[in-house]
Nanobody, 124 residues
């Protein structure tokens, strides 16, 4: 079994920054891509970003591209999402996700484990 625990959520004003972290524990942690999704109130869960196992390839949802950075530390089994220039539209519960393989994913179909989520609220 795999456990993903997110941290770093909170409330921030428009234009601010947050760094979300996810720590993985359990079995079979190697050779898996990692990423983040988010779900805003009343909306479906959407892809935000993912990073390959080796960390050399990453992909971002269009609305966060240029404002977000995803990094990972395989020695600590962590993946971080740095969000800058936050907008009201970034308000959501953010979920850490583990991919089914080494390469990046862009949809829920590519995910096999989820964290419980951490809430981000951006206010004007």
């Amino acid at each position: 079994q795999v456990r993903l625990v997110e941290s770093g959520g909170g409330s921030v004003q428009v234009g601010g920054s947050l760094r979300l972290s996810c720590e993985a524990s359990g079995r079979d942690l190697e050779n898996k891509a990692m990423g983040w999704f988010r779900q805003a109130p009343g909306q479906e869960k959407e892809f935000v970003a993912s990073i390959s196992w080796g960390g050399s390839i990453s992909y971002f949802e269009e609305s966060v591209r240029g404002r977000a950075e995803i990094t990972r530390d395989n020695t600590r089994n962590t993946v971080d999402l740095q969000m800058n220039r936050l907008e009201v539209g970034d308000t959501a519960v953010y979920y850490c996700a583990r991919g089914k393989g080494r390469l990046i994913f862009t949809s829920e179909a590519g995910v096999d484990f989820w964290g419980q989520g951490t809430r981000v609220t951006v206010s004007s």
